[in-house]
């Protein structure tokens, strides 16, 4: 059996290994149009920050140990150009050549992962020192002129996750910072009561921001970034990152015939099979099930692109895993402050007809007379009347990931405010107060059922 990988990273490789572990016989090749494999981008604005000292660490595994020890094949430099369902081949563009190669497949797995939106109708997203953030490679040309004196003032476009990582990183180089925003908050997928939390720390530690401000122009000198105008005002920049989002690189799958969600990421079923029983998808390439709404969602997040390309590569070798979905599960820390949500805020649960409660509340991380504790806040979005718990989001410095696992685990398995109510969680006075924070939150939600 010949088993053919489009893409060498974390969908691509977690596939590989996995079907290693079932077929000890069968060819496993993977093709990979960079020179990088099994890298992590999540860890690029930590790397940009200097917290992360080499590029190199980014990478989980190496090539030539990955090649070794799974007795995998990978052809860098190898670009997929298009997919033969017919003959059953994959044809390939050297990069590096530009020589035309044929690849056969007996099991094919597409993991061609996303691609930075770089919005073309802005005028000017093409002068230098104009970046997106979306390789290992623009990683360090970032972080070389961020560590050199002809940047002072940064403009980053878009108020997601990344940037505000980013923009952490950026303030201890001692730069001038700005996040620019079209829409009227930070983090679009938290609720404003929440985000409005996180901008206000923002602001504290340094970071300035644009809201309701569309980028009209990026304005050059000498084909060099020099200004960004957005809501009618302009901003000095000598280096701009673009951050509004990512899509997923689906032209091969378009060409092959394979069939799409609406969002645009290839449409596979539990097993990750699509439309041809021989041809596989994973990770940031594709969508996946929604456990609360039951739709398609398009989550490009690297544990989704490994658990994804681990069934894929299950299946394929003959197992029988299965992916069962996802409710969004994410975080991030800022300046200290711990970010996280999970399943639907309350805006997009009233978005999807649901009979919507919600409670925001702060309690304490530890027992209120031991010196140690700290404030977290809470907002906890359940159905009415039946008590079903949609989403949570939480903010605070410490043990605020324990809450988003606790609400993470509680979603997935369709609980209730009256089931998570009475869970016997651990207390200690030094690490919890004697009622759980997400439980607190559920004696107040009780309020607001019969």
Partial sequence: MRYLIIGADAAGLSAASQIRRKDKEGEIIVLEMDKWVSYGLCGLPYYLSGE??????????????????????????????????????????????????????????????????????????????????????????????????????????????????????????????????????????????????????????????????????????????????????EFEADLVLLSVGVKPRNELAIDAGLELNPDGGIKVDCEMKTNDPDIFAAGDCISVKNLITGKPMYVPLGDIANKTGLVAGDVAAGGSFKFPGVIGTQSTELFGMIVAKTGLSEEEAKAEGFNVGSVLIKANNAAHYMPNHKPIWIKLVFEKPSGRILGAQAVGPERTERVNAIAAMAITQGMRIQDLLFVDFDYTPRLSPVWEPIQQACRVALKQLP
């Fill in 52 to 233: 992360v000292k080499n590029i190199e660490d980014l990478v989980s595994v190496p090539k030539e140990k990955f090649e070794k020890t799974r007795n995998v094949e990978i052809k860098l430099f190898h670009k997929a150009v298009k997919i033969d369902r017919e003959r059953k081949i994959v044809v390939a563009e050297r990069t590096d050549t530009g020589e035309i190669v044929e690849v056969p497949y007996d099991k094919l797995i597409i993991t061609t992962g996303a691609e930075p939106i770089r919005p073309k109708a802005i005028k000017g997203v093409d002068l230098e020192g104009v970046y997106t953030l979306h390789s290992l490679d623009e990683g360090v040309v970032i972080r070389n002129e961020l560590e050199s004196d002809r940047v002072k003032n940064v403009v980053l476009v878009g108020a997601g996750y990344v940037n505000l990582e980013v923009a952490e990183g950026i303030v201890k180089y001692g730069k001038n910072v700005i996040v620019v925003e079209m829409l009227d908050r930070i983090m679009k997928n938290f609720d404003t009561d929440v985000s409005s939390m996180v901008k206000e720390h923002l602001e504290a530690n340094g970071i300035k921001f644009a809201l309701s401000s569309p980028v009209e122009e990026i304005k050059g000198e000498n084909g060099r970034v020099k200004s960004v105008v957005a809501g009618g005002k």
